[in-house]
């Protein structure tokens, strides 16, 4: 899927292709993993996560609040938000993936490991 985003270069538009890379996971994949296989086999050098759509088996999202290290554990639940930045530097990837669950307590932060239920989606924009 092919989506075209405005930038203006001193007073004209000019559209820009951005490409989406759409990554769908099957029960029990790393998250983490997947980006990055999924960044290799598609010779992606830099990509920026955009959005991602289901619910994780099980994880660990982390954060900051009031100056205190958080870590949270969780299963079974739905994220409903991401962003992120991953680069390539050599043959190791660099980067985070930043989330938002759903639910009655949502949480927000750093996602540092995790496993997809089946069909959690993934959408990374390259341009």
Known sequence: MTRF??????????????????????????????????????????????????????ATITNMEKGKYNEFEIRETELIRASGLFKFGGDD???????????????????TKGTAMDGLEIKLSIK
């Open 5 to 58: 985003d405005d930038i203006i270069d001193h007073g004209k538009v000019k559209r820009v292709e951005k490409k989406i890379l759409k990554l769908v996971l099957e029960e029990g994949d790393s998250i983490i993993k997947s980006i990055e296989e999924g960044m290799k086999e598609n010779k992606i050098m830099e990509a920026t996560v955009e959005d991602i759509n289901g619910s994780v088996e099980e």
């Open 93 to 111: 990837l660099w980067g985070s993936l930043n989330v938002f669950t759903g639910g009655r307590k949502p949480i927000s932060g750093k996602l």
